[in-house]
């Protein structure tokens, strides 16, 4: 494995840029000059460079997997860089749209603490263990879904839930859930055990809105009291060795991760948020039922407010975006109209079918952090490395610019 500086790749994509075997932008000039001189050291020296060259088109050939330190704080942690603008460390919205300046080969971005780690890193075991916090509506509905869906990626499932006969109901149900196969095993577990896996999976809440409620967005609400149990047993963790990936399903799910991160101190690679899922699922239902439904749909951002929903990549139309978007934000309503809360739908949409896509390394949706704040979009969770799915549609941009700016207003303005 190894592991390059960023002038050193600015250096040979610079170098690939002059004879015509790269075609990106000159960005050398806008470098500060404190980098501008580094990358400028080795394009100087006839050795430096040829021992570079050689180097890089060596590893590209043998397609083993490049890796680069990254010297800005506020980029995400274990990144899989495709861009110039990546490798520059480009944060934000803009990590979502096709880039004129795509690369030929992948880089992994590591902070300088992962570069001990890589080997660990790199070679996760799979299939994993999972536990889940909270065994209420959306817990053991998420648990279902994970018994009969985890088959070929889950090890095992842990449970807990403070209400002792509820943990044990949903041990002994769920393991008579069969189809005569081997199922992922449910194990009972307590507050000592729960921590020892490898995905801890967050579906604690103790503020739901009852059926009736007036209230349009509960986001803060919400997020006051569920952010100090998620930090309590965060803390409880981590100080249990808990190295794993926190999975939150929790509302507010954007909300949430960025705190964990922030005031839990836990690195971005190691939170994802699942509320996206069920959004995508129902604009997708909504698009059927109004008879303008495309396969190319797609959603970004959080799971309520700021909801971005695009009709069609390929096909893109401003008005039915915005109708998608407001049906699609106030769907969770029309359930609640029946007198029923809406959880079915968010625990195995947003839960466990994203969630296990995302263990197995496939595209999903779910809540990552893009150097400024949490928010949701399709990607691949590959050996800890988030890649984002980009999406070649320029108007997409002031959207998610947006939608990253109303989530910085509310994580900051939060009471």
């Keep these: 494995m190894s592991i390059f500086r960023k002038h050193e790749l600015l ?11 790269l075609a990106v932008t000159d960005f050398l000039k806008d470098l500060d000059e404190r980098m501008r001189k580094r990358v400028c050291g080795v394009l100087e020296s006839a050795d430096a460079k040829e021992d570079l060259l050689s180097q890089m088109e060596s590893l590209i050939l043998a397609k083993d997997p490049l890796f680069m330190i990254l010297e800005e704080e506020a980029f995400p942690s274990r990144y899989l860089a495709e861009t110039l603008e990546e490798i520059l460390e480009k944060k934000g919205a803009g990590l979502l749209l096709e880039s004129e300046n795509r690369l030929d080969f992948q880089v992994h971005l590591i902070r300088e603490a992962d570069a001990n780690l890589l080997t660990e890193v790199m070679n996760k075991e799979k299939p ?10 959306v817990g053991g509905t998420l648990l279902m879904g994970l018994r009969l869906l985890g088959r070929d990626i889950l090890k095992e499932i842990r449970i807990f839930d403070l209400d002792e006969k509820k943990r044990r109901r949903y041990y002994l149900e769920i ?9 992922p095993p449910v194990k009972e577990a307590g507050i000592e055990e729960i921590f020892d896996t490898d995905v801890l999976v967050f579906t604690v809440s103790v503020y739901i809105p009852p059926v009736g409620t007036s209230l349009t967005d509960v986001r803060l609400v919400q997020f006051e009291k569920n952010r100090k149990i998620l930090l309590d047993y965060a803390q409880k963790a981590e100080a249990a060795g808990f190295k794993g990936y926190y999975f939150i399903v929790s509302d507010p799910v954007d909300l949430l991760c960025m705190n964990l991160m922030d005031e839990g101190q836990i690195p971005s690679h190691r939170i994802r948020g699942f509320g996206l899922g069920v959004m995508e699922a129902r604009a997708r239902f909504i698009a059927k039922e109004k008879g303008f439904f495309s396969e190319d749909l797609r ?3 959080p799971h309520g407010k700021g909801l971005i929903v695009i009709n069609s990549i390929h096909a893109y139309d401003p008005k039915l975006s915005e109708e998608l978007t407001h049906l699609t934000e106030r769907e969770n309503f029309r359930v609640r109209e029946t007198g029923f809360k809406p959880y079915i739908a968010p625990a195995l949409s947003s839960g466990a079918i994203s969630i296990l896509k995302a263990l197995k390394e496939e595209e999903h949706l779910s809540t990552w952090y893009n150097g400024r704040v949490f928010m949701g979009s399709r990607n691949v969770l590959k050996e800890s490395f988030t890649r984002p799915s980009k999406v070649s549609l320029p108007e997409l941009k002031a959207l998610l610019t947006e939608t990253e700016e109303l989530l910085t207003t509310l994580y900051e303005g939060r009471a």
């Design 175 to 183: 393991n008579e859930v069969s189809d005569g196969t081997d199922l």
């Design 128 to 137: 994993f263990t999972l536990s889940i916090l909270g065994l209420g509506d």
């Design 11 to 21: 250096a040979y994509i610079e170098t690939r840029r002059l004879d015509g075997s």
């Design 299 to 301: 959603t970004f951002g």
